[in-house]
T-cell receptor, first 112, second 110 residues
Framework: DSGVTQTPKHLITATGQRVTLRCSPR?????VYWYQQSLDQGLQFLIQ???????AKGNILERFSAQQFPDLHSELNLSSLELGDSALYFC???????????FGSGTRLTVV | GNSVTQMEGPVTLSEEAFLTINCTYT??????LFWYVQYPGEGLQLLLK?????DKGSNKGFEATYRKETTSFHLEKGSVQVSDSAVYFC?????????FGAGTRLTVKP
């Protein structure tokens, strides 16, 4: 157990729908990062939050949004889903200094 | 901007063979360098790291040395096992920005 919890582990939904992925960071970590991993695109950085505020944006579509709550958990909202959104979505958290990221086990999203 | 380029896979080796997965980087400043491993069905796990030039990171028999002169951080293991089959990601972090390589899939056959 890495200390980063992601739910749900698996999600199957239809095109056009909206889903919410949840992430609880490791205790004490203020930074949360969201990544998308698909077969042909590798690991793509989506967005970062630090202590409730958006810090950096990567290749995140306008149909996607995220937020980090006062208790530091984060949610990634994916709307108007398309088949191409099927992927593994990872959340990672980071402590201070030169530490690396701690990843959750991911949510596998399948859009049918 | 910062970037990481790693050896394309897949890599297939026999058990007890020597492993090298190449990784080179481009960065301004003095990044920290990492290797992450992703076992089937799991998230990425930190394998090893190095925070400054000439540092050697090591873990579970894997090693990588931070070479500033060649901007490289190649991953090596002297004798791989079937249980090392996974996808390996090289990454760099400079200030707030973590960049991952595309990943290299390693399969070790008995």
């Amino acid at each position: 157990d890495s200390g980063v919890t992601q739910t749900p582990k698996h999600l199957i939904t239809a095109t056009g729908q909206r889903v919410t992925l949840r992430c609880s960071p490791r205790s004490g970590d203020l930074s949360v990062y969201w990544y998308q991993q698909s077969l042909d695109q590798g690991l793509q950085f989506l967005i970062q939050y630090y202590n409730g505020e958006e810090r950096a944006k990567g290749n995140i579509l306008e149909r996607f949004s995220a937020q980090q709550f006062p208790d530091l958990h984060s949610e990634l909202n994916l709307s108007s889903l398309e088949l191409g959104d099927s992927a593994l979505y990872f959340c990672a958290s980071r402590g201070t200094g030169r530490s690396g990221y701690t990843f959750g086990s991911g949510t596998r999203l399948t859009v049918v | 901007g910062n970037s990481v380029t790693q050896m394309e896979g897949p890599v297939t080796l026999s058990e007890e063979a020597f492993l090298t997965i190449n990784c080179t980087y481009t960065a301004t400043g003095y990044p920290s360098l990492f290797w992450y491993v992703q076992y089937p069905g799991e998230g990425l796990q930190l394998l090893l790291k190095a925070t400054k030039a000439d540092d050697k990171g090591s873990n579970k028999g894997f090693e990588a040395t931070y070479r500033k002169e060649t901007t490289s951080f190649h991953l090596e293991k002297g004798s791989v096992q079937v249980s090392d089959s996974a996808v390996y990601f090289c990454a760099l972090k400079d200030n707030n920005d973590m960049r991952f390589g595309a990943g290299t899939r390693l399969t070790v056959k008995p």
